[in-house]
């Protein structure tokens, strides 16, 4: 069942986005080469305390998974997603993904980002642009009388159109008092399928692009998500409502993506 939120729950979880949008700025401009994705982490959970926030993230254990260690998901180069957070330190030339969700007031928030440390090679700025244009694509469709399936071939059309590949391992999902609701939102999929969208949705919509195979391997760590091939790996993502006027992405303020 595809829980619908009052205009009330939606206030909280635009609370919860603004919170979410401000923190990845912030961890954003921290991200220089020399910083470690640990350091990251840490100014995370410090905004969580400051703000009087839970962490989307910290102990999640989906299925007997180990409890997620950290607050933030910080993803570096052939890293899809899920990196753990630890003494790595960023380079210039990086392609650095974070990953972050937090609890206000019952609400969950969710958003990633993937930004070059420093400059990066053409190639990798192509994979970025690819992927955030693609999430656009998504959400562009996110209007009620829509149905699922047009924002995942709206994405999947995007990627593959710009020659890169759509990650079919993991998807986006509805979201509200748990970060993970039905339905599952994939990045694939053929247009005029599925439940059709209402007003009250709310969705997490994150493409996860590659620059070579689609194909996916979990590290031993049992978060880590890695390029079968070793090539780099894109990923952004919003939480979005779907309302009357058509959709309004949550997890965004001034200068974000
Ligand atoms: N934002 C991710 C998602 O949508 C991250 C969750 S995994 C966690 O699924 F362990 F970090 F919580
Ligand atoms: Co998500």
Redesign the pocket.
């Given at each position: 069942m595809i829980q619908l939120k009052s205009e009330r729950e939606l206030e909280k979880m635009r609370e919860a986005g603004r919170h979410v949008a401000e923190i990845l700025l912030l961890l954003r401009e921290m991200a220089l080469p020399g910083v470690t994705t640990g350091e990251l982490n840490e100014a995370a959970a410090h905004e969580l305390g400051a703000r009087k926030l839970e962490s989307?993230?910290l102990g999640?254990s989906?299925g007997g998974a180990p409890a997620?260690p950290?607050v933030l998901?910080t993803s570096v180069n052939e890293e899809i997603?899920?990196g753990i957070p630890g003494d790595r330190v960023l380079v210039e030339g990086d392609l650095l993904k974070l990953?972050?969700?937090v609890i206000f007031s019952g609400f969950h928030g969710?958003?990633?980002v993937a930004f070059p440390i420093g400059e990066a090679p053409e190639p990798v700025l192509g994979l970025q642009e690819a992927t955030l244009r693609s999430l656009y694509a998504g959400v562009e469709q996110m209007v009620p009388g829509n149905r699922l399936g047009d924002v995942s071939n709206a994405v999947q059309t995007a990627v593959e159109g710009a020659g890169f590949t759509i990650v079919r391992d993991?998807v986006?999902?509805g979201i509200g008092r748990s970060?993970?609701e039905p339905p599952q939102v994939p990045n694939f999929g053929r247009g005029g399928r599925g439940p059709r969208l209402r007003p009250g949705m709310v969705l997490?919509i994150?493409p996860m692009v590659n620059m070579g195979t689609a194909e996916v391997e979990v590290l031993d760590d049992g978060?880590t998500a890695v390029t079968a091939d070793g090539e780099c790996s894109c990923h952004f993502?919003h939480t979005v409502a779907i309302t009357q006027k058509g959709p309004q992405i949550l997890t965004q303020v001034a200068g974000s993506h």
């Amino acid at each position: 069942m595809i829980q619908l939120k009052s205009e009330r729950e939606l206030e909280k979880m635009r609370e919860a986005g603004r919170h979410v949008a401000e923190i990845l700025l912030l961890l954003r401009e921290m991200a220089l080469p020399g910083v470690t994705t640990g350091e990251l982490n840490e100014a995370a959970a410090h905004e969580l305390g400051a703000r009087k926030l839970e962490s989307s993230f910290l102990g999640y254990s989906p299925g007997g998974a180990p409890a997620y260690p950290a607050v933030l998901c910080t993803s570096v180069n052939e890293e899809i997603v899920h990196g753990i957070p630890g003494d790595r330190v960023l380079v210039e030339g990086d392609l650095l993904k974070l990953d972050f969700g937090v609890i206000f007031s019952g609400f969950h928030g969710d958003s990633a980002v993937a930004f070059p440390i420093g400059e990066a090679p053409e190639p990798v700025l192509g994979l970025q642009e690819a992927t955030l244009r693609s999430l656009y694509a998504g959400v562009e469709q996110m209007v009620p009388g829509n149905r699922l399936g047009d924002v995942s071939n709206a994405v999947q059309t995007a990627v593959e159109g710009a020659g890169f590949t759509i990650v079919r391992d993991f998807v986006g999902h509805g979201i509200g008092r748990s970060m993970h609701e039905p339905p599952q939102v994939p990045n694939f999929g053929r247009g005029g399928r599925g439940p059709r969208l209402r007003p009250g949705m709310v969705l997490a919509i994150e493409p996860m692009v590659n620059m070579g195979t689609a194909e996916v391997e979990v590290l031993d760590d049992g978060w880590t998500a890695v390029t079968a091939d070793g090539e780099c790996s894109c990923h952004f993502e919003h939480t979005v409502a779907i309302t009357q006027k058509g959709p309004q992405i949550l997890t965004q303020v001034a200068g974000s993506h």
